[in-house]
């Protein structure tokens, strides 16, 4: 009930292109979800996060769609670029949950877009 | 910024040393974590510490330890390095518990034992 299940693993699209990465998460108690990218020999980093009380939110060309009933949420991508090449987590926790409220990671999305 | 430094990024080790990882943040946060991350695995916890002096485990604690002395610093511990440990090791900070989960990685540790 603790998973978080990203997919696919690998991605690769062309320059423009819309890649677009899945999260499906059990525990309906968690309410918040971020996304990291993490680029070649670097440590990951916050992209965009959501809350559950909104389906969409977006972020220069990066948008997160939720879907509360589904339990799952997906990142899209605009317009992309080689320099969005980069490894994908997918992440939920419970906010103000103390020490119940670490984050959950999903096993990461390697995207490749190609010039 | 937030600043997370793992002071060693590249270390080779010979199976059965011990082996030390150090990690400073510079944002008093009070939260920090070391995760584990493997090709195809993604990130797995080892260990978390909310305060100084404390520690609990995560998902992967078997052959690692930690130590927070002080609150800036939480260092992970491999007593006898094995192969099996080869990976690459992240260091990650927060704030408190109750004020939200972002947490703030450093640019990891690449560890090969041999």
């Known amino acids: 009930q603790q998973q978080v299940k990203q997919s696919p693993q690998s991605l690769i699209v062309q320059k423009g292109g819309i890649p677009i990465i899945n999260c499906a998460y059990e525990?309906?108690?968690?309410?918040?979800f971020p996304w990291y990218q993490q680029f070649p020999g670097k440590g990951p980093a916050l992209l965009i996060a959501?809350?559950?009380?909104?389906s969409e939110k977006k972020e220069g060309r990066f948008t997160i769609s939720f879907n509360k009933s589904a339990k799952q949420f997906s990142l899209h991508i605009m317009d992309s670029q080689p320099g969005d090449s980069a490894t994908y987590f997918c992440?939920?926790?419970?906010?103000?949950?103390?020490?119940?409220?670490?984050?959950?990671f999903g096993k990461g999305t390697k995207l490749s877009v190609k010039p | 910024d937030v600043k997370v430094t793992q002071s060693s990024r590249y270390l080779v080790k010979r199976t059965g040393e011990k082996v030390f990882l150090e990690c400073v943040q510079d944002?008093?946060?009070?939260?920090m974590f070391w995760y584990r991350q493997d090709p195809g695995l993604g990130l797995r916890l080892i260990y978390f510490?909310?305060?100084?002096?404390?520690?609990e485990k995560g998902d992967i604690p078997e052959g690692y330890s930690v130590s927070r002395e002080k609150k800036e610093r939480f260092s992970l511990i491999l007593e006898s390095a094995s192969t099996n440990q080869t990976s690459m090791y992240l260091c990650?900070?927060?704030?408190?518990?109750?004020?939200?989960?972002?947490?703030?990685f450093g640019e990891g540790s690449w560890l090969t034992v041999v």
């Open positions: 990650a900070s927060s704030p408190s518990p109750y004020s939200g989960n972002t947490i703030y």
């Open positions: 510490s909310y305060d100084v002096k404390m520690k």
């Open positions: 525990n309906t108690a968690f309410d918040y």
């Open positions: 959501i809350r559950p009380d909104v």
């Open positions: 944002m008093d946060h009070e939260n």
């Open positions: 992440a939920a926790s419970i906010r103000y949950g103390g020490s119940q409220g670490n984050l959950i």
